[in-house]
């Protein structure tokens, strides 16, 4: 059984300047505004208002770093969350959001803590130009030590047909709903599983 025993907001960064200094191994949340970022956050810390959603998608515009603890029988595995801004939303100048664009994409390729990539995707519309772009990107400036994760979020919306249509073509996605916690404890097994190794689980059935 996968516990939290610490979770805890760290700052927020305006800038890749600003952000703390990479003293642990990092796990990076990206995707749309709306797509549901913040529940998931919560879900995967066991805290219900750890990481808040804006009323206004899009209107965050600052990195969010938050420390979490996962237990695992008596091991520990201290994890840094870094949360991204949505991208594709938000009502700003052009000009401003190129830049910021600019200083989001060299954090992601310079951070070398980062060893995992959460690529969140509204499950009900799976097949955005945005996201295709960013699974792209993704794929691009992965270094060997990284891996991508993409997980389809809202899965509790769908029906068994569109279900086995992701499945079809993303096998190795995950379906999650932070609604009734579907995938939460797959999704915490592999970002564990991917940073620390095989992790000794025991079943807690």
């Not at 009323?55 to 603890?69: E, M, R, Y």
């Amino acid at each position: 059984m996968i516990k939290v025993s610490k979770a805890t907001f760290v700052t927020s960064a305006p800038t890749i300047k600003e952000a703390p200094p990479a003293s642990m191994s990092e796990v990076a949340f990206l995707g749309r505004s709306n797509v549901g970022k913040s529940s998931l956050l919560n879900a995967l810390t066991q805290r219900k208002n750890l990481a808040k959603s804006s009323a206004t998608p899009g209107k965050t515009k600052l990195i969010n770093f938050f420390d979490v603890v996962y237990k695992v029988d008596e091991n520990i595995y201290p994890l840094r969350f870094v949360d991204l801004p949505g991208y594709g939303y938000a009502k700003t100048s052009k000009s401003l959001k190129n830049a910021w664009q600019k200083s989001l994409t060299e954090f992601l390729q310079k951070r070398e803590s980062i060893r995992v990539f959460v690529h969140l995707i509204d499950a009900r519309h799976p097949e955005m130009e945005l996201d295709a772009q960013t699974r792209l990107f993704l794929q691009r400036i992965q270094r060997g030590d990284q891996k991508v994760i993409e997980v389809f979020t809202k899965a509790d919306k769908l029906k068994q047909k569109e279900r086995a249509k992701i499945k079809r073509l993303y096998p190795d996605a995950l379906l999650i709903s932070s609604m009734n916690k579907e995938g939460i404890e797959k999704l915490q097994e592999k970002i564990l599983e991917h940073v620390f190794g095989n992790i000794q689980k025991t079943d807690s059935h």
